[in-house]
């Protein structure tokens, strides 16, 4: 049976390592393992919402430490994270409000 779980964390603004910190916390508790979870976070939950200036400036490309940190907790917990991040464009430099959905095969 497929669970879904609907993370309504508030997110520390501007701090994405404690952010990930907490939704690794979470997969740690809740995820049985068997493959059948998908963990669901709010809008720009790992950077959070701020000012335009600290939302350009923490931006970071899919290939970056975040993603690589979300995979990690992915594969550990054999779950499915959709999460909300500050994405820059590695070649145009354009900031996005993107989400992502990272398996445990990513």
Same mark, same amino acid.
């Given at each position: %049976?497929? #669970?879904?779980?609907? =993370? *309504?964390? !508030? ?7 404690? $952010? ?29 919402? %701020?000012? #335009?200036?600290?939302? =350009? *400036?923490? !931006? ?7 993603? $690589? ?38």
């Amino acid at each position: %049976m497929l #669970r879904i779980h609907m =993370l *309504q964390y !508030a997110s520390k603004l501007g701090d994405p390592e404690y $952010n990930i910190g907490r939704l690794r916390d979470y997969a740690r508790r809740n995820c049985r393992g068997d493959g059948n979870e998908v963990l669901v976070t709010p809008e720009l939950y790992i950077h959070g919402y %701020m000012s #335009r200036d600290l939302h =350009l *400036q923490l !931006a970071e490309p899919f290939d970056g430490k975040i993603v $690589n940190e979300l995979v990690n907790i992915a594969r550990e917990g054999r779950c499915t994270i959709i999460t909300g991040m500050s994405e820059r464009d590695k070649d145009s430099g354009v900031v996005y409000n993107s989400a992502i959905a990272v398996g445990r095969g990513a």
